[in-house]
């Protein structure tokens, strides 16, 4: 089993920036990619970024050049960095884990409003 704990979520006025975290434990062996989703109110669930094993990386088209999804290894920690929030990025952000043995883990997730 993995378990994911987000942290980083809060009110940012447009324009302005964000990094949440996501600490990764247990059957760490077992994650082949790392993802953030969001689910904006009334919309479904979307992927935000992710990032593989081996370090490639995928951003929806909403959020290329203004979000950075990374990790830190020793750590165990995957991280997405938000630059230029626009109020349509207010959403609760979940990180995801996807793997072997069918491994696909959510965390509790963190919200993130963009507002004025």
């Known amino acids: 089993q993995v378990q994911l704990v987000e942290s980083g979520g809060g009110l940012v006025q447009p324009g302005g920036s964000l990094r949440l975290s996501c600490v990764v434990s247990?059957?760490?062996?077992?994650?082949?990619?790392m993802g953030w989703y969001r689910r904006a109110p009334g919309d479904q669930r979307e992927l935000v970024a992710s990032?593989?094993?081996?370090?490639?990386?995928n951003y929806a088209d909403s959020v290329k050049g203004r979000f950075t999804i990374s990790r830190d290894n020793a750590k165990n920690t995957v991280y997405l960095q938000m630059n230029s929030l626009r109020p349509e990025d207010t959403a609760v952000y979940y990180c995801?884990?996807?793997?072997?043995?069918?491994?696909?883990?959510w965390g509790q997730g963190t919200l993130v409003t963009v507002s004025s």
């Open positions: 995801n884990a996807k793997g072997i043995f069918g491994l696909d883990a």
């Open positions: 990032i593989s094993s081996g370090g490639s990386t």
């Open positions: 247990g059957s760490i062996f077992s994650i082949k990619t």
